[in-house]
Nanobody
Framework: QVQLVESGGGLVQAGGSLRLSCAAS????????MGWYRQAPGNEREMVAT???????NYADSVKGRFTISRDNAKNAVYLQMNSLKPEDTAVYYC???????????WGQGTQVTVSS
């Protein structure tokens, strides 16, 4: 069973930075496309950034140029470097994996990011 555990969230002032980490277990990371999603109160969950098993990346327009997704397959981990944070980035951030062969999707429990103005 795939388990994803996020960490690195917290409270930061606008313009600051945070680095989120997602530790994966129960799967081989190279067999998964990975992504970060977020959900603010009253909003639907939205894609923030994705990275395929071949390291192709995709970003939401709202975070392009500020956020960077990366993966370390040896450590079974995925990261989201967030710079120039804005209050509108405040949300619970979730890690997601999608197995490239089975299509199985798994989610972490989420980590809160709060950006104060």
């Amino acid at each position: 069973q795939v388990q994803l555990v996020e960490s690195g969230g917290g409270l930061v002032q606008a313009g600051g930075s945070l680095r989120l980490s997602c530790a994966a277990s129960g799967t081989i990371l190279t067999h998964n496309n990975m992504g970060w999603y977020r959900q603010a109160p009253g909003n639907e969950r939205e894609m923030v950034a994705t990275i395929t098993n071949s390291r192709n990346t995709n970003y939401a327009d709202s975070v392009k140029g500020r956020f960077t997704i990366s993966r370390d397959n040896a450590k079974n981990a995925v990261y989201l470097q967030m710079n120039s944070l804005k209050p509108e980035d405040t949300a619970v951030y979730y890690c997601n994996s999608v197995h490239v062969y089975s299509g199985q999707s798994s989610w972490g429990q989420g980590t809160q990011v709060t950006v104060s103005s």
